[in-house]
C-alpha cells in the first residue's frame, strides 16, 4: 500500500499550526505532516482549498442520527447509520449512547458493540451507558421506572464487551461504593450524571471513582452559594473532567465561559448529545413510546422537556469559537480532550503513529471531509 495525503491552507497538529500542509499516511496510520511543496508524485493525494484539517472530532455522547435512535435500533447496522450520519458533521469517532433502558436492551447494546467492534464499523469507539442508573429528581426524557441502583451482582449479570471502550453515565449518589469500584476495575470510564447529589454527598471515596461529570449544567443539582451541588463539585474537582452541549439551548454561553475558566485546561470537552434527527430529514422520533420533535431547533417531548439535542460537532464548535474560545482551544475540546478523557491511545493529536482521522472544516467550521483509520469520507 503506497501513501496518501490530504493537505489544506492550514493544518492544526493538535498541538500547533502548519501552513500549507500535507497530512501524510500508511494505511491506517499517520506517517507525518509535511509542507505541500514536498509531496511526491507517488502519493495519493487530495486538496481542501480554504480548508481546516483538525484532529478528528469524537463524541462520547450520540444517541442517534440518520433517522435512527440507537434505543430503537439496537443493532451493528443502527451504529452504522448513527456513525455515517455524523460523519457528515466531522465526527470521526463516536459512543454510541444508550438512554435508560431494560437489562434486555441494555444487554443488546453490549452485543452489537462487541460486534461492531468485531466488523470494525468506521468511526465506532465503544459504547456509553446513559442510565438507568440514574436520580429520579433529575430525569431529563428518561424514564425513570427502569431505574435503579445496581448492586455488583447486576453489573456481574450483563456480558461487557471484550473491545472498545465503556462508559458509565450514574447518579453515583444512589450507587454502593463497591458497584462503583466493581466498575472501576473493569476498567470503565464512570460519569457522574442525572445527579442529584449534594455537594457532601459527593464525598471524597465517591469522587475517587468518577472521571467525569456527563453534560455539565443539564440534569444535575444547580450550584448555589449554600450549596455547590453537583454543577459546583464538578467545576470544583479539578481531576474530573466535563462534557458540556455547546447548541446555545441547553447552557447559556456565559455559563458555558464560566465553566471554561473555572476548570484547569483540558478538562472541558464538547458533546452533542445528539438525536435521530441529526443527518436526516424526519424532524421527530420515538423514545419509550413518546413522540419526540424539533421545534425551532429545540427537541423536545410532549411535556416541553429538553429531550438532547438537534445539533452535529461541526456546529458545536463553530458555537463555542463564536462565543470566544480561541479556535486551537475548540478543535481540542472536540478532539484531544474527549480522547484524553476515554484514555484513547493514538487518537486526538495528528502526530506520526497515530490513528489516520483528521476532520477537515470549511472557514464557517462546516466539515467538508472526515478521515477515519485512514478512509476518506
Ligand atoms: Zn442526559
Redesign the pocket.
Known sequence: MGLKAISAPRIFDGNQNHTDAALVWDEEHIHTIIPISELTDDIEHQHFADALIAPGFIDI?VNGGGGVMFNNTITPQGIDTICSAHRKHGTAYLLPTL?SSTPENIQLALNATEQGMSDQIAGLLGVHL??PWLNKDKK???DPNLFYAPSVEDLNQFTWPSQGKVLV?AAVENIEPSALNWMKAQNFTLSC??SNAKASQLTEEKLSYVDGF??LF??MSPFEGREPGVVGTALNTDSAWCSIITDNIHVHPQSFLLAHKAKPQGKMLIVT?AMATVGSEKGYFELDGEVIRVVDNKLVNSRGSLA?AHIGMDESVANVIEWGISEDEALKMASTYPAQALQCEKLGELKSGFRASATVLDQDYRSQAVLVDGKLY
Open positions: 455522547q438512554i446513559e442510565g431529563g426524557a428518561h453515565t450524571g442525572h456527563t453534560h443539564n440534569a448529545d438532547g
